[in-house]
């Protein structure tokens, strides 16, 4: 089985699941300088205008899955970074800061 991985744009307060790339989404990581643009495709209009509006409270997750190995777990801080939805190209743009990654299998068993 090989790696899987998936992207997740959540409202930090309620936890509530704005994006997930499990509904069909594509994505990308662009690394530039010390930002990263994180590019979600195919985003409805409806799910881009809320993330827009709650763009100052977003937690922002990738999940590497590996096959037999511990899932890495990618949070992204938004801060007050650019957040921008084009509903022409269904594209969501999330300009990210900074990164923490861990592996929850070290934390819980």
Request: hydrophobic share 40%; no cysteine; net charge negative.
């Amino acid at each position: 089985m090989a790696e899987q991985e998936r992207v997740l744009v959540k409202h930090s307060v309620t936890g509530r699941m704005l994006v997930s790339s499990t509904d069909g989404i594509s994505y990308s990581f662009d690394e530039q300088g010390g930002l990263t643009l994180i590019t979600l495709t195919g985003v409805a209009a409806d799910k881009g205008a809320a993330v827009v509006e709650l763009k100052a409270e977003l937690n922002v997750f990738r999940f590497e899955e590996p096959a037999g190995g511990p899932v890495v777990k990618h949070w992204y801080y938004v801060g007050d970074h650019p957040v921008a939805y084009d509903p022409a190209l269904q594209s969501l743009k999330i300009t990210v800061q900074s990164e923490i990654e861990y592996r929850p299998d070290q934390y819980w068993e």
